[in-house]
């Protein structure tokens, strides 16, 4: 059974930091394409950055130059390290993992996701 489990969130003044991480639960972690994503209230799950096999990155223009999105195989997790943090980058954090490919952006091309963690920015 596949689990993604998100941890790292919490409270945090604008202008800080936090690194989330993503456990997964996956035997063929090392060659599938991960993702984070966030859901604010009242609006649509949004893309933030993906990471392939290869390393390979693609970043929303959002995040670009604030996130960093990296792999550790050997165990088993993804991170997302945000710096210069906004009030706006208030919301649910979710990671997703997905088969191999090139960077994708696309929600609805992932297969398995995680259940969130809360990133309250104030400001």
């Known amino acids: 059974q596949v689990r993604l489990v998100e941890s790292g969130g919490g409270l945090v003044q604008a202008g800080g930091s936090l690194r989330l991480s993503c456990a997964a639960s996956?035997?063929?972690?090392?060659?599938?394409?991960m993702g984070w994503f966030r859901q604010a209230p009242g609006k649509e799950r949004e893309f933030l950055a993906t990471?392939?096999?290869?390393?390979?990155?693609y970043y929303a223009d959002s995040v670009k130059g604030r996130f960093a999105i990296s792999r550790e195989n050997a165990k088993n997790t993804v991170y997302l390290q945000m710096n210069s943090l906004k009030p706006e980058d208030t919301a649910v954090y979710y990671c997703?993992?997905?088969?191999?490919?090139?960077?994708?952006?696309?929600?609805?091309?992932?297969?398995?996701w995680g259940q969130g963690t809360q990133v309250t920015v104030s400001s």
């Open positions: 990471i392939t096999w290869n390393y390979g990155t």
């Open positions: 997703a993992a997905r088969s191999p490919s090139l960077p994708d952006k696309r929600k609805e091309d992932y297969d398995y």
């Open positions: 996956i035997s063929t972690f090392s060659s599938c394409t």
